[in-house]
Structure formats: structure tokens, C-alpha cells
């Protein structure tokens, strides 16, 4: 099921399981579940960043800790482009505003074939002056959904993990997971108790695609592909003060650039005007 809000991925059930953590048709979407994240992916450091030689500052949409957070069109309502039985066809525009005064459309595509669902987001500069941009998809996957994330195996092909600040979760630096083992899932293990709200980069892949997977002890879950126009994704074990939703998913969101990327400029897409940028990633049943 598809939500109109934010392009948001709202249930997905494969042989009647769920594949991610659903929610309501009449419920406020909680922690992004499902939602497409544009113009970024992830933080913007205190809201703050430069671009084309002009300081700018967005409003800080994670007050908690002082960043900009997932973007600009969480909340939009997008219009129906294309509904077909295989196929949804989505598509908002972010009109200039303080901040991010650049009009790019979003089109969301979402298609159903025989290696699962297909998640395709498209930028298209609408305006007269290039547009920084990155996008991502905020999925919790479900392994099973009687378990939790400790019960569950995460493979994560993965050889550099981005550290953050323990309060702000600010971006530090690529670190090698050989220094922190209790983030290497190179080689399929339990998760556990461990803690991860963090972006990986250096994505081992076969034909150009790098696969994350989540699974019982039995083998069945969910797997999340991307190619190389994502080269990060954010894993997040949805550590929650709230027992009903604590880390009942894994977040997996493959991203076409790090957080705070349009501070640092690391893999940002400048949408020229009248240029277009797509990314992808597809969701299957294992």
C-alpha cells in the first residue's frame, strides 16, 4: 500500500507477512516509516550549509538535536501520475523556500515485478539555477513479525561505517568496520543488542549490486538491492523509549549521498536546470 503523503511505502506483505513495519491508513505516520527523502537523505548539520557560494539555512526539522532532518517532501502531498495494478506513478514539487529556494519535482515510481518492489525517485530541476540534491527511502524491514531485531541476522556487505556524535549523532569520520567489529556484518550474524543508527559506505557488490538482508534463524526475511547509484545506506535498529515499537523493524535506507552532505559536498548530486537525477532500490521477500 502506497500513501499519497510523502510517497511514503505504507505496507508491504509478501504470502500475508509483512515485509516492513506497516501502519494505518488513518494513522499519522510514525518516524518516517515508509517515507521518500528529498532534497537529502538523513541530517544537515544545524540546518546549515553553503552552495553556489551563498550561505543557507533550513528550519531545523529535528529540533532535538538541531538539524534539518530526511529532506523536504516527508509531509507533501503528492498527486497520482500513473496507477496501474504493477505500477504507481507519484509526483510532488518542492517550491522555493527559505532555505532551499530551488523548484525540483519529485516523481515516485513504485513497480511490482518478480524480484519484488521497485522503488525508483527522480529529481527534475524545475528552475533557472542548479539545485543541490539527494534522495533515499526510509523502509523498516521485518524479518518476522512475531520477532525482534535481536532475533534477527543482518548481512551487510559494508567495509566503512561513518561515526557520529553520541548526543547529536553529527558525522565524525569513515572508519574501517575492522575497528569496530560490533558494526562489521560482512559475514551474516545475529544482531543482537547492539546499537546502530549510523551510514556505511564501501559496498561490496555483484553486478553492480549491493544486497542487505534481514532474516530469522529459519533463513526467511527481506532483502533491500541497490546499484552503484546509491553508494551508502543508513542502518537503524529503531532503538525506541516506547516498548510497542522498540526495534519491532530495521531500518535500511540505501542513500545516493552520506548524512550532512550538503555541508561536506561528499557523492551530491547538482541537479542542473532542466537536469534530471533518478535513483532506485528494490525490496524482496527471502
Not at 49 to 72: D, I, T
Not at 73 to 102: C, H, K, M, N, S
Not at 248 to 277: K, N, Y
Request: charged share 25%; hydrophobic share 40%; aromatic share 8%.
Amino acid at each position: 500500500m502506497i500513501a499519497s503523503v510523502g510517497a511514503t511505502l505504507r505496507s508491504l506483505t509478501f504470502e500475508g507477512r509483512d515485509l516492513v513495519v506497516p501502519f494505518d491508513a488513518d494513522e499519522v505516520r510514525p518516524a518516517y516509516r515508509g517515507a521518500t527523502l528529498a532534497p537529502w537523505p538523513n541530517r544537515v548539520v544545524d540546518g546549515r550549509y553553503a552552495f553556489g557560494g551563498v550561505e543557507r539555512r533550513l528550519a531545523l526539522s529535528e529540533p532535538e538535536r538541531s538539524h534539518a532532518l530526511h529532506g523536504l517532501v516527508a509531509w507533501t502531498e503528492f498527486a497520482d501520475r500513473v496507477v496501474a495494478d504493477d505500477r504507481v506513478v507519484l509526483a510532488g514539487v518542492i517550491e522555493p523556500q527559505t532555505g532551499y529556494p530551488f523548484r525540483v519535482e519529485v516523481e515516485v515510481e513504485y513497480r511490482l515485478d518478480a524480484d519484488g518492489l521497485r522503488q525508483t525517485v527522480t529529481g527534475r530541476n524545475l528552475g533557472t539555477d542548479a539545485a543541490p540534491w539527494g534522495t533515499g527511502p526510509h523502509p523498516y524491514l521485518v524479518a518476522d513479525p512475531a520477532e525482534r531485531v535481536d532475533d534477527w541476522t543482518l548481512t551487510l556487505p559494508a567495509s566503512e561505517v561513518l561515526t557520529v556524535t553520541d548526543d547529536r549523532l553529527s558525522p565524525v569520520a569513515v572508519e574501517p568496520v575492522d575497528a569496530h567489529p560490533h558494526w562489521d556484518f560482512r559475514d551474516t550474524r545475529r544482531l543482537g543488542d547492539v546499537f546502530i543508527d549510523h551510514a556505511f559506505t564501501g559496498l561490496s557488490r555483484a553486478g553492480g549490486i549491493a544486497e542487505v538482508r534481514v532474516q530469522t534463524a529459519s533463513g526467511a526475511g527481506v532483502a533491500i538491492a541497490f546499484d552503484e547509484g546509491c553508494p551508502w545506506v543508513q542502518v537503524h535498529t529503531a532503538d525506541t523509549p516506547v516498548e510497542a515499537t522498540h526495534r519491532i523493524g530495521l531500518a535500511v535506507e540505501p542513500m545516493t549521498c552520506p548524512p550532512d552532505a550538503f555541508r561536506s559536498g561528499v557523492d551530491l548530486v547538482v541537479l542542473q536546470p532542466g537536469g534530471a537525477h533518478a535513483a532506485s532500490w528494490t525490496i524482496s521477500a527471502l
